[in-house]
Nanobody, 115 residues
Framework: QVQLVESGGGSVQPGGSLRLSCAAS????????MGWYRQVPGKQRDSVAT???????NYADSVKGRFAISRDNAKNTVFLQMNGLKPEDTAVYYC?????????WGQGTQVTVSS
């Protein structure tokens, strides 16, 4: 089992920035890809950004150039730096840890972008 604890969500005005963090514990030795997903009520959970154990990143088109994912393997932590936030970025953000075909999820952290 992998446990994921997220932090860093909150409310911000359009154009502002937030940094999300996610610390992994438990069976961390088998984690490959880590990532961030987001979900709004009534819609599916969508991928925002992922990072492999080797540092290869992938981003949703809607966040390219504004968000940056990074990973500290020594501390088993993944980060999401979000700049230039827009109202449409408002969602619950979930951290993920991939072990083969198994995905573990954090509890989610709310990000609200509003003036």
């Amino acid at each position: 089992q992998v446990q994921l604890v997220e932090s860093g969500g909150g409310s911000v005005q359009p154009g502002g920035s937030l940094r999300l963090s996610c610390a992994a514990s438990g069976s961390i030795f088998s984690i490959s890809t880590m990532g961030w997903y987001r979900q709004v009520p009534g819609k599916q959970r969508d991928s925002v950004a992922t990072i492999s154990s080797g540092g290869r990143t992938n981003y949703a088109d809607s966040v390219k150039g504004r968000f940056a994912i990074s990973r500290d393997n020594a501390k088993n932590t993944v980060f999401l730096q979000m700049n230039g936030l827009k109202p449409e970025d408002t969602a619950v953000y979930y951290c993920s840890a991939h072990r083969g075909t198994v995905i573990s999820w954090g509890q989610g952290t709310q990000v609200t972008v509003s003036s």
